[in-house]
DNA sequence: GATTATTTGGACTCTTTTATCTTAATATAG
DNA sequence: CTATATTAAGATAAAAGAGTCCAAATAATC
């Protein structure tokens, strides 16, 4: 798999949290139920991403989280690099410790490429981005639900 | 990860293989020593390789492994088949089950198209191609060697 | 102050992947 | 036929990833 599965929660998760009106927090458990994703493993997950100052988190009752600066300014990478690292984009196809251009194996130039345009497209994707195009094509971030569902209190 | 380990060990073994002189049987043995990879954990993976009819293997002294067609018919696809599966090019970005056209996640146009990189790359990509790459530039198979330690016996 | 809603953090379990070990089957050579 | 070199197959073990559970901390409300 490209990114592990706390990535994509990840991911989900933050769209989520990009759909919300801003500044407001939102209950894990929330997210957990409209996700369908495991409330405690959605709640580590989170933290890390709060740990790393993408998302703020707040206790209590009214507690919960959101994001920590606007939507437009957080790209997919940044919250790629928070949870898996940067191995995708360093380490690579044939898993050479070291690897780099100095000691290239022989699928160096071919997999430099491939891996360029993963990087370009997380790169270049905003939540903010996203969400607007789900909300205008009413996508689904869950197995049955279209984006709408998310917006339901 | 894109590949898993198992599947890196496949192609490297493939490529191995792949500059050998056709037809000659090469014992797991030897590829695991010159590759720097577990030889009862090689012998898995080449297994099912053999399965897959990629590799052909032949018991006894003077037995071992090679390819079963010529290497410039080998795509780097088709070892990520056998191993992996077709995971990585259906599964994918927000890995939600039942992907598709039909079905899409806000992430789904962009993904595609890398996606389509990913699988244009394994898919135009020849073990004799790398194979004489890698001889030309001599470049690595294993943390540290060059391609030619490939080749001493 | 007590109760309740929430996040935090740690321990634990389950599953999959990765790796090792042991025995059997097969082929060759003497 | 025996010894040896090899792959095949299955059992087991270790490590990593995914998921669950529980107690503690914090904040709001009554
Ligand atoms: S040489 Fe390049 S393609 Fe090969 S493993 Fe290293 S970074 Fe990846
Ligand atoms: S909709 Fe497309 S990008 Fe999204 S998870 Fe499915 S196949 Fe992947």
């Not at 600066?69 to 790629?80: A, E, K, S, Y």
């Not at 290239?104 to 360029?116: F, G, N, S, V, Y």
């Amino acid at each position: 798999m490209l990114l592990s599965k706390s990535c994509v929660y990840g991911l989900r998760a933050s769209l989520y949290l990009a759909s919300k009106k801003e500044g407001e927090f939102i209950p894990i458990k929330r997210m957990s139920d409209k996700l369908e994703i495991s409330f405690h493993f959605l709640t580590k997950i989170l933290q890390q991403l709060t740990a790393e100052g993408i998302l703020e988190s707040f206790k209590g009752p009214n507690g919960g989280i959101r994001l920590n600066r606007p939507g437009n300014t957080v790209q997919l990478m940044d919250i790629v690099l928070a949870i898996d690292g940067e191995q995708l984009l360093t380490e690579c196809a044939l898993g050479l410790p070291g690897c780099g251009i100095k000691n290239p194996c022989p699928l160096h130039e071919k997999w430099a490429e491939t891996r360029d345009a993963i990087r370009g497209m997380l790169e270049n994707t905003t939540l903010t981005e996203l969400v607007e195009k789900g909300r205008a094509e009413n996508l689904r971030l869950t197995t049955d639900g279209g984006f709408d569902i998310l917006f339901q209190e």
